[in-house]
């Protein structure tokens, strides 16, 4: 899997996005991954649900369109929960702290 930086506004916001765009990388995620860095970020490509099954800890999440627009954000979900956007196409999970420190609304634009 591949790593690299979030970009709003031609700004980096999170240095490290590690990318699952494979179905075996999708399928692992972030489970069984003891902790989550503020500065770093989970990318499933072509993804619109996700659980938290298996997971140490409470994620943020941000829906994305095709085009990397935002179209919903779960500030923090919690262990053993389930969450989807029928409008998404890709989902971006983070540190629930990073996620409220970055501002991010809904119709926002990012890039990978």
């Known amino acids: 899997m ?6 709003k506004n031609n700004q980096i916001i999170i240095a490290r996005v590690t990318v699952g765009d494979s179905f075996l990388g999708r399928a692992r995620g972030l ?3 003891r902790t989550l860095a503020p500065d770093s970020a989970f990318l499933l490509k072509e993804c619109n ?3 938290t099954f ?3 800890f409470t994620i943020g ?5 095709k085009d990397f627009i935002i179209t919903s954000i779960v500030p923090e979900m919690a262990r053993r929960r389930l969450s989807s956007d029928r409008f998404a196409r890709h ?3 983070l540190h629930p702290a990073t996620l409220a420190s970055l501002s991010l ?3 926002d634009r990012l890039a990978f």
């Open 2 to 7: 591949k790593i690299i930086p979030a970009y």
């Open 31 to 33: 489970m069984f991954t």
């Open 49 to 51: 649900s996700v659980h």
């Open 54 to 56: 298996f997971m140490h």
């Open 61 to 65: 999440v941000v829906y994305l369109s």
């Open 91 to 93: 989902t971006l999970e």
């Open 105 to 107: 609304n809904v119709g």
